[in-house]
C-alpha cells in the first residue's frame, strides 16, 4: 500500500509564508519524480510545482519566485515552502508522484486572507 500524507496547511494573512509535508510510504516504481498539486473549488486540479528524480525542479508560472520544492530522502518526505502567499493560492493542497498515481491522499487546506 502507497500511503501519501499532506500535512502543514492553515489560516494565513496575504503575504505570510506556509510549509507543508507531505509523507510518502510504501514503494514507487516507474515515476519521473514527485511533485505538489493544488484544486480550489470549481477549478481544476493543477500541478504547482515539480521535483524530477534527479533532483531538478520546476514550477507553474503563477507561484515561480514564491515556491519552493525539495524533498529528504532519509525521511521519505517532500516540501513544499510557500511565500507571499497570495488570496489566489487558497486551495486543498495534494503530493503525488509524476505521473500521479491512482490513489491521492486526503490533502492539506491552505486558506489565504486579503
Known amino acids: 500500500q502507497v500511503q501519501l500524507v499532506e500535512s502543514g496547511g492553515g489560516l494565513v494573512q496575504a503575504g505570510g509564508s506556509l510549509r507543508l509535508s507531505c509523507v510518502v510510504s510504501?514503494?514507487?516504481?516507474?515515476?519521473?519524480?514527485m511533485g505538489w498539486y493544488r484544486q480550489a473549488p470549481g477549478k481544476q486540479r493543477e500541478l504547482v510545482a515539480r521535483i524530477t528524480n534527479a533532483g531538478s525542479t520546476n514550477y507553474a508560472d503563477s507561484v515561480k519566485g514564491r515556491f519552493t520544492i525539495s524533498r529528504d530522502n532519509t525521511k521519505n518526505t517532500m516540501y513544499l515552502q510557500m511565500n507571499d502567499l497570495k488570496p489566489e493560492d487558497t486551495a486543498v493542497y495534494y503530493c503525488?508522484?509524476?505521473?500521479?498515481?491512482?490513489?491521492w491522499g486526503q490533502g492539506t487546506q491552505v486558506t489565504v486572507s486579503s
Open positions: 510504501g514503494s514507487i516504481f516507474s515515476i519521473n519524480g
Open positions: 503525488n508522484a509524476i505521473p500521479v498515481l491512482s490513489r
